[in-house]
Each structure stands twice: as structure tokens, then as C-alpha cells.
């Protein structure tokens, strides 16, 4: 069995679009993150759902005209691998 992820709870972070960065402020921690894309696209389509990498993958794919299904697969696990490090996302 895969790996399950489940993001953080969206009434648990502000988000804020800034130019190209996106700005998350995690009420629990009290901490502002800054982060770029794909990282808002990922939190999006994860919803409340637990999910695994190759469900974010073509939820991604489906919603935004992505090509190459592995390269995809390996940004969103380094992706989920940091928002993990940060609080932001879990492993379930």
C-alpha cells in the first residue's frame, strides 16, 4: 500500500496570494510560510481527503493539462516530503 497524506485542516491556515508566492500562516504554529507553485495547486486538491502521491498526481494532471505522469509523481513526493517537514501535510 502507498503512502497516505492528508494536509492540514484548511480552518487551520490563512492563505494569501502574493505575486508568484503564496503566503500560509499556520494558526497551531503561528508560523507564515511562503511558498511557490505547485505547492498551493497540491494543498487544493488534496482537500480533506487522505491521499496518495499518485492520487495528487492526477488529480493535478486532470485539472491543469500536465504531461510526463513519473516527473510529475517525483515533484509532488519531494513536495509532500517538505510540507510534511513543515506541518503542513501528514502522513496517515
Same mark, same amino acid.
Given at each position: 500500500?502507498? &503512502?497516505? +497524506? ?8 490563512? &492563505? ?9 500562516? &499556520? ?16 494543498? !487544493? ?18 485539472? +491543469? ?24 501535510? !501528514?502522513?496517515?
Amino acid at each position: 500500500m502507498s &503512502q497516505l +497524506y492528508r494536509a492540514t485542516a484548511p480552518d487551520g491556515l490563512i &492563505q494569501h496570494p502574493l505575486d508568484s508566492m503564496t503566503l500560509i500562516f &499556520q494558526k497551531s504554529s503561528g508560523i507564515t510560510h511562503m511558498v511557490t507553485d505547485p505547492v498551493p495547486a497540491i494543498l !487544493e486538491v488534496m482537500a480533506k481527503d487522505a491521499v496518495t502521491v499518485d492520487d495528487i498526481a492526477g488529480r493535478l494532471s486532470a485539472s +491543469y493539462d500536465l504531461a510526463g505522469g513519473d516527473d510529475v509523481k517525483d515533484i509532488v513526493a519531494a513536495r509532500l516530503m517538505e510540507l510534511s517537514s513543515l506541518g503542513l501535510v !501528514e502522513r496517515v
